[in-house]
């Protein structure tokens, strides 16, 4: 079955650039979907399909992907996003969703 | 306004039987597919199975299959989780959330029903 691999933990200081990496074989060929997950809350979906945003989600949060890596990219980080974060693709294959192990985001 | 509103927190012994809701609004429930995520205290996201509520045909990951029953009602725009004899190793947070025909994207998400099994 499909993998994606995250770091488990990311820090950032406040107002610095967060990267937050997911790895799969030839993810660039998938369509890739970011979730963030407060202590205590559901998960948000903040970025869908690779780079786009949904409402009501700042535009600090973007995605690319290409080849094996996917990124989520968080400019600006305030004290607020403090969350774990999961990547999610969909396995054509077996016809089911995958997650990420998540990574939690940590601001200094 | 999009909403998935859960049923309310369990407490169960091993054994007893449990189903958990979910109800839609704010959109037409049938051009949606309906899933489950399970999250056991601490850990990540774990898909378990989903439903079409416009025919209930469902799709099980390989790891609930035959562990947990997914159902629907279109009429009251509500989808169902299901267990017949639970486990301690059930206790987690369970959420729903739908995504659109054709999308592997989840774009809302219930509140989550918290599900405590314990003798």
């Known amino acids: 079955s499909y993998v994606l691999t995250q770091p488990p933990s990311v820090s950032v200081a406040p107002g610095q650039t967060a990267t937050i990496t997911c790895g799969g074989n030839?993810?660039?060929?998938?369509?890739v979907h970011w979730y963030q997950q407060k202590p205590g809350q559901a998960p948000v979906l903040v970025v869908y399909?690779?780079?786009d945003r949904p409402s009501g989600i700042p535009e600090r949060f973007s995605g690319s992907n290409s080849g094996n890596t996917a990124t989520l990219t968080i400019s600006r980080v305030e004290a607020g996003d403090e969350a774990d974060f999961y990547c999610?693709?969909?396995?054509?294959?077996?016809?089911?969703?995958?997650f990420g192990g998540g990574t939690k985001l940590t601001v200094l | 306004e999009v909403q998935l509103v859960q049923s309310g927190a369990e407490v169960k012994k091993p054994g007893e039987s449990l189903r958990i809701s979910c109800k839609g609004s704010?959109?037409?429930?049938?051009?949606?597919?309906i899933t489950w995520v399970r999250q056991m205290p601490g850990k990540g996201l774990e898909w378990m199975g989903r439903?079409?509520?416009?025919?209930?045909?469902?799709n099980y990951s390989p790891s609930f299959q035959g562990h947990v029953t997914i159902s629907a009602d279109k009429s009251i725009s509500a989808a169902y989780l299901q267990w017949s004899s639970l486990k301690a190793s059930d206790t987690a947070m369970y959420y729903c959330?739908?995504?659109?025909?054709?999308?592997?994207?989840?774009?809302?998400w219930g509140q989550g029903t918290l599900v405590t099994v314990s003798s």
């Open positions: 959330a739908r995504h659109p025909r054709g999308s592997g994207v989840f774009d809302y």
């Open positions: 399909d690779d780079s």
């Open positions: 999610q693709v969909w396995d054509s294959s077996s016809d089911h969703p995958v």
């Open positions: 704010g959109y037409t429930f049938t051009s949606h597919w």
């Open positions: 439903i079409d509520p416009s025919d209930s045909y469902t």
């Open positions: 030839n993810i660039g060929g998938k369509s």
